[in-house]
Each structure stands twice: as C-alpha cells, then as structure tokens.
C-alpha cells in the first residue's frame, strides 16, 4: 500500500470519527432515568450542595431506616450552579438532589430543569413551619424546599455601641445612623460595614436595606420600584453611598465582598455592625474564638426600619430534584428526612456535637427553631426565631427568570456610584433601565 | 541608548512584580493562620510562620485531607495520561502533514488548526452530552480523553513546525536504505524532533494541569476530582478558608512551576518553532 492511499485511509478514519462525533451529539440520550424512577429502596441516590455533609452515623441512620444509600459531594456553590445547568442543558444526569437557591427560583421553575416538589411532598402543609418555603415557589411551582433558613438580618457589637454610650438599640434608620455617628466619635474609625465589591452580596444588602426603607425593588411584573427619589430603593441606595461618602464606612470597603467584611471587619472588631449580616453568624463566625476577636460582643437586633422594626429578607438555601434525576422518588425521601424538624434541630446543634451539620446556621422550621431555643442551643436564638416567623421573600411574587442579570446590573452600578464613576441618580437608572428591558423580554 | 536600558529593566521589573507579588502573597498567607491573615494591617511577612495548613491539606486524617491527596493523584494522572496520547497521535499527525503528499492535506492541516479558534466553552455541552452517552463521566478515560481531544490541534501545528524545519536529507536517505515510513520516523525523525516533542509534552502537561470547567463538569466525586476543582469546594458557604485555600494553590502551582523553571528552554523552543525559516 503506498503512502498516498494510507493517508486517504487514515483521512476517511478522521472524517468517520468526527462524522460519529457529531452524530452521538444529535442523537444522544435525555435523562439517564428510567425505569428505576419509582424505587425507593435499595437504591444509592447522589447528593450534591454546597455544604459538607452531615455526619456519617447520622447518614447511616437514614440509609438503615430507608434503604436509600447517600453519595455526597460538596461542590463550592458557583461551581455548582455550572454543574446544574450544564447537566440540565445537555439533560444529563449529574445528582438525584442539589441545590436550589432563592434566587435562581424563577429561572429554574421557568426552564422546568427541577421536578415540582408539591408531586412528592405535601407543600402546603409545611407552609406554616417553614416561613420561607414562598421563596422557593414560582408561579404554583415548588422548585426546592430550604433545609436551612439564612436571611438578612443587623448585627451590632454591643460592647461598642455600650462604650459610646450607647445602651437601647436603635429600632429606626435615622437612630441607628445616629448612633454609628456615635460610636465613629467614640473612637471606632468605620462603624458600618458594607461590602460595595461589585459581587452579588452588594445586591442583596441593598435589597434588605430597600425592604427597612419600606419598600421592594421589583413589582410582580418585574417593573422596577425604585426609581422615584422618595421610593425606598433609591433612598437606600442613596443611604448606602452616603454612608461611605460620610465616613462610616471604611474607603477601603469598594472592594471588600460580604463575606470578607463578616470575616475580615466585624469579626477582627475593625466594624461595630451590619446592616444586612446573615443569620447565624453570630454563632457559627463571631462567637468562634478561632476567627474573631469579639467572642460575646456581637448580637443581632430586630432590624432597624423607617418608623420601627424593618422585614428581614430571605436568602436562603433550598433542596431540589433535578429532572434528570435517576431516582426522584428516594430523593424526595431523602429530602423529607434532611429538611425535618428532628433532622435540622440536630444539624443545628440540639442533639450535641455528634449531630452538628457543618456551617448549618439556622433550621428553616419554626418547630425546629423552638427544640433549639427550649434546649439553649442557639446563640440569640430569641431574636432569630422572632425574625424568621416574620422574614420575607426578596421578591413576593418569586424571583424574575433573569434574575442573575438583574442583580449584575445592580452590583455593578452601586459598585461604580460607590466608587465615584457614576451618581447615585445615573446607577438607578441603569438598574431601573435593565429591569424594563428584562420585564419587557427584549 | 541609556534610557532605552532603563526602559527596559523598569518594564522587566514591573512585568516581574505583576507576575511575583500574587504568587507571594499566596505563600505568604498559606504560611499564616487564619486569625494572622484577617489581622489589621495585613501582614507582609508571616508573624510566625507555620505549615499547619500544608500538613491540614496533606498529612491530617480528615476528609479535607483525604480529598487533596486523591485529587493530586487525580490531576496528575489525567495530566500525564493526556500529555502521553497527546504526544503520540501528534507526532504522527505532524509527521504527515509536513512530510506525506495526499490529497486534501491543506484543507484538513487549516481545518484542524481551525479548531483552536474555537472558544472550549463552546464545546462544554455537546462533549457532556457524548461523554454521558458513552458512559465515560466521572472517568479518567473521558477527562483524558477530552483534554486531547482540546490540546491535540495545538500540539500537532507545534510538532509540524518542527518537523518542517528538519532537514529531508536523511530521510530520503533512510528511505533509499529501505526504511518503511514508521522506521524513518521513529529512527530518524523523532530523534531529531525531540526537542519540540517534549517541548509539546511539557506544554500539553501544562494545560491539562490549569484545566477546570471541563473535569468541574465531567467528575463528579474524589475518583476523578483534579486538585484544580478540589481546591474550589474548599470554600465555605458564608466564609473563605483563606490561608487553607492559599496553601492549597501553593501546592496546585508547585509542581507547574517547577516544569516551567527546569525546562523553560524547551517551552521556548516549542513555541517559536518555525517561526524564524
């Protein structure tokens, strides 16, 4: 054979090679499941969050009363959501559960990438206990149940508002600007904390500072509401740029994300609050010897509002059932057990350490909530049983499908208003001019 | 004259300082304890240095352990596995781009050369969707398969400049003694083009080792993880581990930069190959 007909050989074996490629493409199979959709026994399902997994006598307790068999796997959470929407596009298998986050929820329900939790569960039901169930549910779809219960909450270090002088919390805006002021002139260089860095944190603690402002950023047709000067949205804009333009926060802070802040500021005592903290900080990161240098000092109060006690806004972590799911049914079992009220009181503490679920900060059951604060296991389990009851929804009527744009325009722009490139009046505007383009889908 | 020296070690220090200073302040602060790192002012030296997060990632029995000694087995695996087929389906496709005559050889040589320019991410969902078909994710044979399947283009127009740069003389002469092709290149032409061979090896281990959407999405657990997408879920939920996670890239960066410290003239060589006729 001359070489000239080995090389048209070996390009015809090319040629067949990609022409197979392509045609496994095209042709390739959807959900990996099946006929072992229904089994709920005996089966080993794949669950994949963002957290560690709970311990291994407590899985083995789960698999011993079911059946079910638990692969976990901690994915970082932005790797995740690649994960899920690279197997809910190429309709692939990748877990029986993973996680749904609040503000994915309309997006998700829209793309039907996640089976109606209300097929396997009885969701109205748990309505009652689980005051943030309405952040998972888009249009009569229950995308994920919350299996913890993180929302915005204001924390202050109590010792230095009390070395200021400062005794009776504020309960409005104006007193607790007031009181920063204070604890500024007391000594405390940056009293507030707020995370200006262009990531989605800045979003969300404009969203609570919006809601103790009194208002919402986007109607249930996803128009915005907060492009009037006196509307809440842009006045708690306006207070958050000139919160950094007076002083109270740290210059330095243009590029300091949330979790930093909590970390590097408020936990080191170089801040005395935040306004939009998460929930469970106080016991999982400030009263933690080991990464903070204000053990017992910080303490969360009800969240300073207009004219009193502001909303709290949810931003918690959801469970769900992806539709390529190999075995949906034992992963709403599954479900059902991780988010119940003896399973959460014992992530979060009641049961003693063997228990404990890793950085697990607050079950999303009132009825677990109360196990936790019977047995004193909560650090200022009072004021966060109170606040979760009464919590909210960022977006009543469900998060907008384009939610991760929205919240890309608003980081960006509050960033630049932060940083001087833009006003506070020209950043709304592009914000208020994203969320019409999104509503109006052009 | 003078001041086109001083331009000149001014713009190499200021490229060197851009490139040096991330890379120390990440060993810095894996040599540093949590508490030191988020300490005001920040601490330019470590205070009082300690590998207790190299020995957290690396001796400890704990899953975080557990899960950095696997996925170091893993990446190393899957690098040295793609950077072996790599190398050999390259050699032979440059071998006979630049030395055989058929029909076609242009338009296949561009059409493969074409693929480069195509961003990978674009590639991410149909290669899941073939790898899911064939029962090859959460394996090694699909991450490997899909890193040569990315490197092989670039490998291939590495090796090809090379090889077209050798002289033809000794091959016509090994031809005329009777060698078949496969002698000739194995006995004479791979011996002469080792050079860019392991230039394009070492670069090839290079990539594959950087690479993190394509195993992020192909594995799914410790048995295929590569420490590029382990060190990811070293974060926490609502705080970053930071000196863990800065120890963890020191390790990730440690064997890369030894490659390219050690055999930096052959990355050079490789990649200007044919570039000066």
């Given at each position: 054979m001359n070489s000239r007909t080995r090389a048209l050989r070996i390009g015809a074996g090319v040629t067949a090679l990609v022409a197979a490629g392509a045609a496994l493409t095209g042709c390739s199979s959807t959900a990996s499941g099946g006929g072992d959709a229904d089994k709920t026994t005996g089966v080993t399902i794949s669950v994949v969050l963002a957290v560690d997994p709970p311990p291994k006598a407590t899985l083995d307790q789960f698999t011993k009363d079911t059946g079910i068999t638990v692969k976990w796997s901690n994915v970082d959470w932005d790797s995740l959501q690649t994960k899920i929407a690279a197997a809910a596009t190429a309709k692939t298998y990748f877990a029986d559960a993973t996680d749904v986050d609040w503000s994915r929820v309309g997006q998700l329900a829209k793309l039907k990438w996640f089976h109606p939790m209300q097929d396997y569960l009885n969701v109205s039901k748990l309505k009652g206990d689980m005051p943030q169930l309405a952040s998972f549910t888009d249009d009569g779809q229950t995308v994920g149940i919350p299996f913890d219960a993180s929302y915005m909450v204001t924390t202050v270090n109590k010792k230095m508002f009390a070395d200021a002088g400062i005794t009776t919390m504020p309960t409005t805006i104006d007193e607790y600007t007031a009181d920063l002021k204070k604890v500024q002139a007391g000594g405390v260089q940056y009293p507030l904390n707020i995370p200006f860095a262009a990531s989605e944190g800045l979003s969300t603690y404009w969203y609570e500072t919006t809601g103790a402002f009194g208002g919402k950023v986007l109607d249930g047709a996803g128009k915005p509401q907060f492009t009037s000067k006196s509307s809440p949205g842009y006045k708690a804009a306006e207070w958050m740029i000139g919160a950094l333009k007076d002083g109270l926060v740290?210059?330095?802070?243009?590029?300091?994300?949330?979790?930093?802040?909590?970390?590097?500021?408020?936990?080191?005592?170089?801040?005395?609050?935040?306004?939009?903290?998460?929930?469970?900080?106080?016991?999982?990161?400030?009263?933690?010897?080991?990464?903070?240098?204000?053990?017992?000092?910080?303490?969360?109060?009800?969240?300073?509002?207009?004219?009193?006690?502001?909303?709290?806004?949810?931003?918690?972590?959801?469970?769900?059932?992806?539709?390529?799911?190999?075995?949906?049914?034992?992963?709403?079992?599954?479900?059902?057990?991780?988010?119940?009220?003896?399973?959460?009181?014992?992530?979060?503490?009641?049961d003693g350490p063997s228990k404990v679920l890793p950085s697990y900060a607050l079950p999303s059951r009132l009825s677990a909530v109360d196990v936790l604060n019977k047995k004193g296991s909560l650090d200022?389990?009072?004021?966060?049983?109170?606040?979760?009851?009464?919590?909210?929804?960022?977006?009543?009527?469900?998060?907008?499908?384009?939610?991760?744009?929205?919240?890309?325009?608003?980081?960006?722009?509050?960033?630049?208003?932060?940083?001087?490139?833009?006003?506070?009046?020209?950043?709304?505007?592009?914000?208020?001019?994203?969320?019409?383009?999104?509503a109006s889908g052009s | 004259m003078r001041r086109t020296h001083w331009g000149r070690w001014i713009g190499v220090a200021f490229i060197?300082?851009?490139?040096?200073?991330?890379?120390?302040?990440?060993?810095?602060?894996?040599?540093?304890?949590?508490?030191?790192?988020?300490?005001?002012?920040?601490?330019?030296?470590?205070?009082?240095?300690?590998?207790?997060?190299?020995?957290?990632?690396?001796?400890?029995?704990?899953?975080?352990?557990q899960a950095m000694r696997a996925s170091i087995m893993n990446i190393v695996i899957e690098c040295l596995a793609a950077t072996i087929v790599t190398?050999?389906?390259?050699?032979?496709?440059?071998?006979?781009?630049?030395?055989?005559?058929?029909?076609?050889?242009?338009?296949?040589?561009?059409?493969?050369?074409?693929?480069?320019?195509?961003?990978?991410?674009?590639?991410?969902?149909?290669?899941?969707?073939?790898?899911?078909?064939?029962?090859?994710?959460?394996?090694?044979?699909?991450?490997?398969?899909?890193?040569?399947?990315?490197?092989?283009?670039?490998?291939?127009?590495?090796?090809?400049?090379?090889?077209?740069?050798?002289?033809?003389?000794?091959?016509?002469?090994?031809?005329?003694?009777g060698a078949s092709r496969l002698k000739v290149l194995w006995h004479v032409v791979v011996p002469l083009a080792r050079p860019g061979i392991v230039s394009t090896a070492i670069i090839t281990f290079l990539f594959a080792w950087g690479q993190f959407l394509f195993p992020l999405v192909l594995s799914s657990d410790l048995s295929t993880e590569p420490l590029t997408v382990a060190i990811a879920a070293l974060q926490g939920r609502h705080t970053v581990p930071f000196s863990l996670m800065s120890a963890a890239g020191v390790l990730a960066i440690a064997i890369p930069a030894v490659i390219a410290l050690l055999l930096n003239r052959y990355i050079v060589s490789g990649l200007l190959a044919g570039s000066v006729k």
């Open positions: 740290a210059p330095a802070n243009i590029n300091v994300s949330d979790s930093q802040g909590m970390q590097t500021l408020m936990a080191k005592g170089a801040a005395a609050s935040i306004f939009s903290d998460y929930s469970g900080n106080v016991g999982s990161l400030y009263n933690v010897p080991s990464s903070s240098t204000v053990t017992g000092q910080v303490e969360y109060i009800p969240t300073p509002g207009v004219d009193g006690v502001g909303p709290n806004l949810t931003n918690a972590d959801g469970i769900g059932i992806p539709m390529t799911a190999k075995y949906p049914k034992a992963a709403a079992t599954f479900i059902k057990w991780f988010t119940s009220t003896d399973a959460q009181a014992g992530f979060a503490g009641a200022g389990g009072d004021v966060l049983a109170t606040l979760l009851k009464d919590s909210k929804p960022v977006f009543p009527d469900g998060a907008p499908s384009w939610y991760p744009e929205f919240s890309r325009a608003v980081y960006t722009n509050l960033h630049a208003a932060a940083a001087g490139t833009m006003t506070v009046d020209q950043a709304i505007k592009k914000i208020a001019d994203t969320a019409n383009q999104l | 060197l300082l851009w490139t040096l200073i991330p890379i120390y302040w990440t060993i810095n602060t894996s040599l540093q304890t949590d508490a030191q790192v988020t300490s005001r002012p920040a601490n330019y030296l470590p205070p009082t240095p300690t590998l207790q997060n190299y020995a957290a990632l690396l001796t400890a029995d704990t899953d975080t352990a190398v050999l389906l390259s050699t032979l496709a440059a071998y006979a781009f630049a030395r055989m005559r058929f029909r076609g050889r242009q338009v296949l040589f561009y059409a493969v050369l074409a693929t480069m320019a195509f961003p990978a991410y674009t590639t991410l969902i149909p290669i899941y969707k073939i790898m899911s078909w064939l029962g090859l994710v959460n394996t090694y044979t699909g991450i490997v398969l899909v890193y040569v399947s990315g490197f092989l283009p670039l490998a291939t127009w590495i090796l090809y400049n090379y090889m077209s740069s050798l002289p033809r003389s000794i091959e016509e002469a090994a031809t005329v003694d």
